[in-house]
């Protein structure tokens, strides 16, 4: 019996969540160079680019964030961050690799790009678009903590060209939001979700956390019924995990603890699968193993199936992840170091890593798993690979698990399957990148 299925397992720190292949942790500054010399090559036609900017300010840090935030920083060194993206913005956009090309998506992550004022927000983009026009993306993904929302900056928000606005709810209850050091509280929820619906975004996407510290059934299915009063386009829930740079982390390693104080793996999955029951039957439709959308032909996530589709990705700020024509990069993880080398002109690489094509399409795979459906005729036409005779013994396994079924060419996860997506994709990855560590 596979680990994904070997009954209660702890919360134990630690990666589990799959964002990319290979894992990070084999990336390195070897390559570094490499980022250089991709840029300086044209595009391979029929990709598109999509743009991402990190805007690494908070109110708050949560006890569970392990994404590189700021806290402490003031305007005049919000200001300097900001120039110093679009100093960066303007040096890539004139590379052969991005130059002419028009973004199919735009992500703004964090952090909290709503922690920017509304005056900061319009200058930024207007800027940026006169770099790199988004005049056509078909998607333009804002991420916000609700409590830094008003109507100015919702309008803001709207006027930028925000198609997807998604709200990091996380839980209801504002004792739990409080345990897990998040800065927002229910009434803000409340308040930020009508304004925005009066904006009239095309997508307004909920973020939930199933495992918070102290969360309980109770809760979990309070959650679920005031998810499905506001009627969100689309909900996003994440299982909680302990990475080891987090506030929980470091808690339990100065008490000497190796179980983090949030619920098990089996209950954090049993939690989503009856998230998921009570969406489908409020009219929702499960499009992978996160999300739930109220309408499938409407709803869509560019930035999630293009980047797992093999799109550029031009990732800007300090932390940022890229991917350039099959180069995976991430820049420089402080500030100070990565406004240091925007400032003489050179590229903010922290590290790297030149996938293969093998590479390439095993990362295309596993991603279209979490998707929990993989058509098998997409390999064989894009890579010359027959995916089902590959992994044939590994994907008997898992049928025999209940897990997923090969039906007509097609891989199709069951819900169980899809719930714990995340560890049966260890199995697809190869020999020289199986570890216990992912991160």
Same mark, same amino acid.
């Given at each position: 019996m596979s680990a994904a299925t070997d009954g209660k397992k702890a919360t134990r720190p630690g990666n589990y969540f799959i964002s990319n292949y290979p894992p990070f942790s084999f990336w390195s500054e070897d390559e570094n160079k490499r980022v250089e010399e991709i840029y300086e090559n044209g595009p391979k036609e029929g990709v598109p680019l999509g743009l991402y900017h990190h805007i690494p300010f908070c109110r708050k840090r949560c006890h569970f964030c392990y994404f590189r935030? &700021?806290?402490? $920083?003031n305007a005049s060194e919000i200001r300097q961050y900001l120039d110093g993206t679009l100093r960066e913005l303007e040096m890539?956009?004139? $590379?052969p690799l991005i130059a002419g090309r028009k973004p199919q998506f735009v992500y703004f992550g964090g952090g909290t790009p709503s922690y920017l004022s509304a005056k900061q927000l319009v200058e930024l983009t207007d800027q940026m678009k006169g770099y790199l026009s988004w %005049? #056509? *993306? #078909? +998607?333009?993904?804002?991420e916000c903590e609700p409590g830094t929302l008003n109507e100015g900056k919702l309008a803001a928000i709207k006027e930028i060209g925000v198609t997807r606005l998604s709200l990091g709810i +996380?839980?209801? %209850?504002d004792r739990i939001l409080e345990i897990n050091g998040r800065a927002h509280r229910s009434k803000e929820v409340g308040r930020a979700y009508e304004r925005a619906r009066a904006e009239g975004f095309e997508q307004i996407n909920i973020d939930l956390i199933a495992g918070m510290v102290e969360e309980t059934d109770e809760n979990w299915r309070r959650n679920i019924e005031r998810t499905i009063e506001l009627e969100p386009d689309s909900v996003t829930i994440y299982q909680m995990e302990i990475p080891y740079n987090t506030t929980i982390y470091r808690e339990m390693k100065d008490a000497g603890k190796l179980v983090a104080p949030v619920a098990d793996w +089996?209950?954090? !999955? !049993?939690w989503v699968k009856e998230a998921f029951a009570a969406l489908e039957e409020a009219g929702y439709s499960v499009g992978s193993g996160y999300t739930a959308v109220r309408d499938k032909e409407r709803t869509k996530f560019v930035y !999630? =199936?293009?980047l797992w589709g093999g799109a550029d990705l031009l990732g800007l700020g300090v932390a940022s992840f890229s991917h350039a024509a099959g180069l995976h990069y991430q820049n420089l993880t402080e500030i =100070? %170091? &990565?406004? *240091?080398a925007i400032e003489s002109g050179r590229l903010p690489t922290k590290r790297s890593f030149q996938t293969t094509e093998e590479e390439r399409m095993i990362r295309e795979f596993i991603l279209r798993m979490k998707l929990g459906r993989v058509d098998a005729g997409i390999f064989t036409e894009k890579y010359g690979v027959d995916v089902l005779g590959r992994w044939e013994k590994e994907l008997e396994g898992l049928s025999e698990e209940g897990l997923l079924n090969v039906v007509g060419g097609e891989i199709v996860l069951e819900r169980d399957g899809l719930l714990c997506v995340d560890n049966i994709l260890h199995d697809f990855f190869l020999s020289e990148h199986k570890t216990d560590q992912l991160v």
């Open positions: 935030v &700021y806290t402490d $920083k890539m956009s004139q $590379k %005049d #056509e *993306a #078909e +998607e333009v993904a804002f +996380e839980n209801f %209850d +089996e209950t954090k !999955r !049993r !999630r =199936d293009s =100070d %170091d &990565y406004l *240091a």
